[in-house]
């Protein structure tokens, strides 16, 4: 098989196709999961969707969650409470995190995680409609809210225009000193199953007087077969079967590439190669093959994403899929490898 000319073997020219197609699979399934999680992100105003609201009332010590949190911590990861903090010109919210709920499109810097969310230091992640509101002090970036002065610590937002845009979060302890301890809460958690044991063990850290208002009765949850057939169960259960199928195919292609080297391999061992010789010259040639297609298919993304406005791409899907796509080919060449090698023997 001739191509631009030169002559190119038919397991090779194979090679390359099923690694285009399947680079490219991983890209498209990669932007797609981020643009569905960015999409939620901006419909659910920064929550999950199965989130709870709680009040606190009738506390008399300003510094409960001081001793309530640290138990809570203990017990439960990716879980966060939020508090929100009225404002007429910004939407504020106060934050703890501990793991990962749910994290916003970063335009620069970083977002809370656990110790700084937790923290005596006050901190800010602002949308990027006050960016022009931030000034510079020996080198780090602040914002005044309320009188107090917070360190920046990153920029949020989206291309296009969002309410996320119009957003800010501040540490949980500079929120609580804003509010008062006796105020609304919002509970959420990564697992919905999550949200009841974690408000019970909030309603039952706070002392008397201290009263949470918080609804702790289960909803009527979602059934494996309801879940399975929901719009986010049946894109992933499609993105697995492509993944499935793609994999399975260049199985097979690396398997006939190994068969069309037989000749190769004969000629190698009468020239005195040692195994590990053979093999290095072989993933020499294949991850070569491979790198090439996983160009080939970052360009041919590329082109996608200029002519679809709603495909995306961004470096960590570049870098994600890379590593998915040599990972893969990786496992395949071993296996395909291995096989080849016993049917020698």
């Known amino acids: 098989m001739k191509f631009l000319g030169k002559k190119v073997p038919k397991g090779n020219f194979l090679l390359f196709l099923s690694f285009t197609v399947i680079s490219l699979c991983f890209l498209l399934v990669l932007s797609t999961i981020r643009a569905e999680k960015e999409n939620n992100i901006k419909m659910k105003n920064m929550y999950t969707g199965h989130q709870k609201s709680f009040s606190i009332i009738n506390s008399d010590d300003d510094e409960q969650w001081t001793e309530v949190m640290p138990d809570i911590i203990e017990a439960y990861d990716n879980f966060a409470v939020y508090v929100p903090v009225h404002d007429d010109e910004i939407l504020m919210r106060g934050l703890y995190i501990n793991g990962e709920v749910l994290k916003p499109p970063i335009i620069s810097g970083k977002y809370f995680d656990k110790a700084t969310s937790w923290t005596d230091e006050p901190k800010i992640v602002l949308g990027k409609n006050y960016e022009n509101d931030i000034y510079e002090n020996d080198g780090k970036k602040y914002y005044k809210y309320c009188g107090q002065v917070f360190e920046v610590m990153g920029i949020m937002g989206t291309k296009e225009e969002s309410r996320l845009n119009s957003m800010a979060f501040i540490d949980f302890k500079s929120a609580v000193g804003i509010t008062g301890i006796n105020t609304g809460y919002i509970l959420d958690t990564k697992e919905e199953s999550d949200i009841m044991d974690i408000g019970s063990r909030i309603s039952d850290d706070f002392d008397y007087p201290a009263d949470v208002g918080i609804i702790l009765s289960g909803g009527d949850g979602n059934s494996g077969i309801a879940e399975f057939l929901s719009g986010k169960g049946i894109m ?84 994600k899929s890379f590593i998915m796509t040599i990972g893969l080919g990786t496992i395949i060449l071993m296996l395909c490898y291995l096989l080849d090698k016993k049917a020698r023997s």
Do not use: N, Q
């Open 236 to 319: 992933d259960t499609l993105y697995i079967m492509v993944l499935v199928s793609f994999s399975l195919s260049t199985l097979l292609v690396v398997f006939i590439w190994f068969r069309h080297r037989k000749g190769l391999f004969f000629a190698w061992k009468l020239c005195g190669y040692k195994e590990y010789s053979v093999f290095a010259e072989i993933a020499k040639k294949f991850y070569l093959t491979a790198g090439v297609s996983y160009c080939v298919g970052l360009g041919l993304m590329s082109v996608i994403s200029v002519a679809a406005k709603d495909i995306t791409i961004a470096v960590p899907d570049v870098l």
